[in-house]
């Protein structure tokens, strides 16, 4: 009799702090997600959020975890901070979710990082690349896709193994965005290449005719693009209009070449063109046709860009954590499985996931695609080769 | 070289916020104030000619034509549906009453085409003859040379059409205009019409050179608005000018100034004609509507 009621408040005593655990219960697991679904910036939106909920689908199709399926809300921040401020307040107060697998652009992400902190609610990034959404660390935030630092760090590294580039010349915009990249450039090639011109551009601006012919007139040996995908395709159409004739080194978010091609009005004006790319291969390469077979089987609708796989990895982290978790999941075992992954291979990552207590930004490395002659996008590798 | 390179990319540029700036004046003579929702005519027109000239196929002329068609029917949709109805409402209730519709448009816009940016097709690739030794693109030579014949088109309209007079004298005399038999409604809608086609038309003349996304009016609007300042928001001469004033002035700031000023010359000029010469180089003072 005795042993029954123990076990029995044993028991009540384990359903009761289920229950308190937030988006958890018997069958479900909540993920709050968020991202640009409107705005010129929601190109990324889609494509990013359904690229990542493919893996929470696949999961589900194969018996969810633990025996609980996933169930993922999605909210629209617009790339704008307030709200995505308002998107994550709604996630964990009103569908009070279990943890947040969201975040494209990093203003509005950063915008989110003291709600997080404050509700202690775990926050995974899908491809946000500011620096400082991970540093300083804290207990609750993780990405695994590459910083703005490591984005700057890998294109300076890939132009200084060009053969015989001596100068440089940056167009970027006017934010912290572009400026972390172009610091962490700059530290990467010191004493290797020379500044010869910094230009501005602002977010939707469509002439650059006065940057460009800034540019040519100091004839620098590389061009590095820290700017969006539109405003790159303007500034590669006006190159190609006014005879500028070098080697551009793009920044991760234009890892759409065939986009850009289209944007910038012809595959001659993007020829020249390296990006730096955060997934392990391009659209119709033999390491990404598992990765667009899954997406076609979820999204069927969706036509796979190279940024539909940017959060896959992020996804496939956040599965892997709750899978050590264990069934009784609690948002404290499940930091602590993230801290624990080491070395994990999630086969579109570029490189294997490494988390630990202090270090909470899981692969930071990239590889340089370029157009090949026939349009395609090509994978070049770390340093500088020619491939046509 | 260079300097003749600035010259007519600033020139180009400015022709298409000088049409803008045209088709808000319009709007400002008759009602007396100035709509924020003329960026989205500008976008109705952009992605109509995109239909014409990528799913559809059709010619580039038919393009600007159907743009400009669109633009006009979407502004007087919009006049007929929300300013009308409080047409004598303070100005500042009309003003908002615009921005509404913008928000609205552009959300509207979002359910069709939210996901992308869209690419119009140029004219003539990037081709480009040399004058002097500078290469001059021919894009930039076909929006001036279309900028000047609207412009033109506009200024014949409102000089020696009968409508014309009739939207002059409205805009001289409100009540003087009515008492002798002018329909105030009409001609205010024809008014919305032709700031809508302007707006569309300026839409395809742009599309070339820039990218197509629900909200891509918003930045010309304020162009087109720093432009009507510039040159008067009470002189149609005055906006054109002021249009191209702001063009090729933003362009030599960027060359040779800072390319970090170009996106905020706009807003000092605004300030500045505001302190110095509120009424704009061609414009008059007039009384404002209270």
Request: charged share 15%; hydrophobic share 50%.
């Amino acid at each position: 009799m005795i042993r029954t009621l123990f076990a029995t408040a044993l028991l009540a005593t384990a359903f009761a702090a289920q229950a308190q655990v937030p988006g958890v219960t018997d069958k479900t697991i909540k993920i709050g997600m968020f991202g640009p679904l409107t705005g010129s910036l929601s190109i990324w939106g889609y494509p990013v959020l359904n690229g990542t909920s493919m893996i929470y689908k696949e999961v589900n199709a194969k018996g969810g975890i633990h025996g609980r399926m996933i169930e993922v809300v999605e909210e629209d921040d617009g790339c704008d901070p307030a709200k995505a401020v308002a998107a994550a307040k709604k996630l964990i107060h009103r569908d009070r979710v279990f943890m947040i697998n969201a975040g494209v652009c990093s203003g509005a992400v950063m915008a989110t990082r003291d709600e997080m902190i404050a509700t202690k609610t775990p926050l995974m990034v899908l491809v946000a690349s500011l620096h400082q959404i991970t540093s300083p660390l804290s207990p609750y935030i993780f990405t695994v896709s590459p910083t703005g630092v490591h984005d700057g760090k890998t294109m300076g590294e890939f132009a200084a193994s060009i053969p015989n580039a001596k100068t440089v010349a940056f167009i970027g915009h006017s934010d912290e965005w572009a400026k972390t990249k172009v610091e962490a450039f700059k530290a990467a090639t010191a004493g290797k290449l020379n500044v010869v011109a910094e230009e501005i551009i602002e977010r939707r601006i469509t002439d650059t005719t006065s940057q460009i012919l800034a540019i040519k007139r100091r004839n620098p040996d590389i061009v590095a693009l820290m700017t969006y995908p539109g405003e790159t395709a303007t500034v590669l159409r006006d190159a190609q209009k006014y005879g500028l004739k070098t080697q551009f080194i793009g920044n991760n978010a234009l890892i759409d070449l065939p986009a850009l091609v289209e944007r910038a009005g012809s595959q001659e004006a993007v020829q020249n063109v390296y990006v730096m790319a955060s997934i392990v291969g391009p659209v119709g390469s033999k390491e990404l046709q598992p990765f667009e077979a899954m997406l076609k089987r979820h999204y069927p609708n969706d036509k796979p860009k190279a940024e539909s796989f940017w959060g896959t990895a992020s996804a496939m982290v956040v599965v892997e954590a709750l899978r050590r978790a264990g069934r009784d999941l609690t948002r404290e075992k499940f930091l602590a499985a993230l801290e624990e992954i080491r070395g994990l291979e999630t086969g579109i990552a570029p490189c294997k996931i490494d988390l630990s207590p202090k270090d909470h930004q899981g692969c930071q490395a990239q590889t340089a695609w370029k157009l090949s002659k026939g349009g395609q996008p090509t994978a070049v590798g770390l340093k500088w080769r020619a491939i046509d | 070289v260079e300097f003749l390179i600035y010259v007519v990319a600033g020139t180009a540029n400015g022709c298409l916020y000088a049409l803008m700036a045209l088709a808000l004046v319009l709007i400002y003579k008759t009602q007396s104030f100035v709509p924020f929702n003329n960026g989205e005519f500008f976008a109705a027109g952009a992605f109509i000619g995109l239909l014409c000239v990528k799913t559809m196929a059709l010619p580039y002329p038919v393009a600007l034509a159907a743009g400009t068609l669109g633009g006009g029917l979407v502004a007087v949709i919009c006049e007929r549906l929300t300013i009308r109805p409080i047409a004598d409402s303070h100005h500042l209730s009309l003003v908002m009453a615009t921005a509404a519709v913008s928000i609205t448009l552009q959300g509207l816009a979002r359910l069709q085409w939210g996901d992308d940016l869209y690419t119009f097709p140029t004219l003539f690739g990037p081709r480009s003859i040399t004058v002097l030794g500078a290469p001059i693109s021919l894009q930039n030579l076909s929006i001036i040379a279309l900028a000047a014949l609207l412009a033109g088109g506009f200024f014949l309209f409102f000089g020696f059409t009968a409508l014309g007079k009739k939207m002059r004298a409205l805009s001289e005399n409100p009540l003087g205009a009515q008492l002798i038999g002018i329909n105030a409604d009409r001609v205010r809608a024809l008014c919305w019409f032709l700031s809508g086609a302007i707006g569309g038309a300026t839409g395809v003349l742009a599309g070339p050179i820039t990218l197509l996304y629900p909200d891509m009016g918003a930045g010309i609007l304020m162009k087109g608005f720093a432009a009507a300042i510039l040159g008067g928001l009470t002189s149609i001469g005055g906006s054109i000018l002021g249009g191209v004033l702001l063009g090729i002035t933003e362009i030599f700031v960027g060359a040779y100034v800072s390319s970090a000023v170009i996106e905020v010359f706009s807003f000092l000029i605004i300030m500045l004609v505001l302190l110095v010469r509120p009424a704009g180089i061609l414009g008059t003072r007039t009384a404002l509507r209270v």
